[in-house]
């Protein structure tokens, strides 16, 4: 396996790595047209044409709308049913995802200033959010705590969750994920249907305020499509890790950091930065080594071949621009005391820092959210949150003398703009 390598000595380094981070979704036109078709035919036939495309995608022939819905008692089973082990590990995963997420909370605040006027926020959850858990290839559990407890933690009432079964296959780990999280209603749908059902609501399933949760290239475009219908997380890209080392963590533990990542998606992109070549050197051959050990090796070898690279850098000073240049998704730092390198570091959806922190251990279970900005974006985007299940409303009571002082100045400001009617609403109170 040949992974490139780069150096910041170079002269054509930043062409080089800007081609590597260029990663454009090419538009489909053939996916967005289907896309919009879906949409609109469940706007307009709602559960009929929700159930006749579960039937063609999914290979799943349901009896009535009714039957999309799982029986709450259903969750429960799975959930007991789970091997002990199983079981424990994910208690413990949701407990402290829970714990981490109740320090995000946001309470509303109020103060009176000098005239009486009141001036403040008031926040509230969102009454009802659609979770997308993907189905098929693979089955994400983790995905159902990371998006469903911040939710609950924020107080949404109702957490509505929709999951594809192909050929009717259901996976009992995502439904005890379920069943943990406080999930409130199940439905066996997925792909771009089940996100119009969500958005726009059907007989059977309830409109919802956001849609969260990962998905395909359909559910991607059917969110950006609907958004201003209802809310969205984010529109996510293909999964990234970037690794600073020194040079003093075992080769072995960056290669397979580096697979971690790779495995998701042929899309992916793991990136080692690195100031010791021969560090670098041994990392490619710990990956060469390893790579046959590892059932997903042939996504993990085109992803490390089309998008992976090994940077040579003159120190971690300098590592730490490149990784502020890229706002990788992942970032860790295997480096000696990590702590210190913080202030330096400006953008990266997750920081995991020192040689133990691996990122598999933040995707399932540290605590902090998985969901995180990818292709760049951890340079204006943050991790999924609590604060993205509430919203905040600002909170004006103005006191008599306020109005007087208030008003004065908004109608100075509206007749500059020429709305003679706004200045006469604030000087009627002002007399």
Sequence with gaps: ????????????????????????????????????????????????????YTAKFDRLLL???????????????????????????LEAAA???????????????????????????????????????????????????????????????????????????????VLAAAYLSGVNRVFTIGGAQAVAALAYGTA????????????????ASAK???????????????????VICDGKTDPDWIAMDLFSQAEHDELAQAILISPDAAFIEAVAASANKLLEQMPRKEIIRTALQNRGALIHVRDLDEACAISNRIAPEHLEMSVESPQGWLPKLKHAGAIF????????????????????????????????????????SSLIQVSPQGAKVLGAI???????????AHAQSALFRAR
């Design 63 to 89: 009896a009535n709308a009714a039957s999309m819905e799982l029986p709450r008692d259903e969750l429960h089973a799975a959930f007991l049913g789970l091997p002990t082990a199983q079981r424990s590990a």
């Design 410 to 420: 908004a109608a100075t400001l509206a007749f500059g703009e020429g709305l003679q």
């Design 224 to 242: 950006r499509r609907v958004f201003g219908v209802c809310g969205i997380d984010m529109v996510a890209g293909p999964s990234e890790i970037l």
């Design 204 to 219: 059977t399933i309830p409109k919802v305020d956001k849609v969260v949760g990962p998905g395909n290239a359909y559910v």
């Design 95 to 173: 407990k402290r995802v829970t714990d981490y997420h109740q320090k995000q909370v946001q309470d509303s605040w109020s103060y009176t200033d000098a005239d009486g006027t009141l001036l403040g926020q008031q926040v509230t959850p969102l009454d009802r959010v659609g979770l997308y858990v993907p189905g098929g290839k693979a089955a994400y559990p983790s995905s159902v705590l990371m998006n469903a407890l911040p939710a609950k933690v924020a107080g949404v009432a109702e957490l509505i969750m929709v999951v594809p079964t192909p050929d009717g296959v259901k996976n009992q780990l």
């Design 353 to 392: 820092m020192g040689r133990y922190t691996s990122e598999a251990l933040g995707d399932y279970c540290a605590g902090p959210n998985h969901v995180l900005p990818t292709s760049g974006t951890a340079r204006f985007s943050s991790p999924l949150g609590v604060y993205d299940f509430q919203k905040r």
């Design 1 to 52: 396996m040949k992974i490139r390598k780069l150096s910041s000595c170079d002269a054509h380094f930043n062409d080089e790595l800007s081609k590597l981070l260029a990663f454009e979704e090419t538009a489909d036109e053939t996916l967005e047209a289907t896309v919009a078709a879906i949409l609109k035919d469940v706007r307009q036939r709602g559960d009929a044409a929700v159930l006749e």
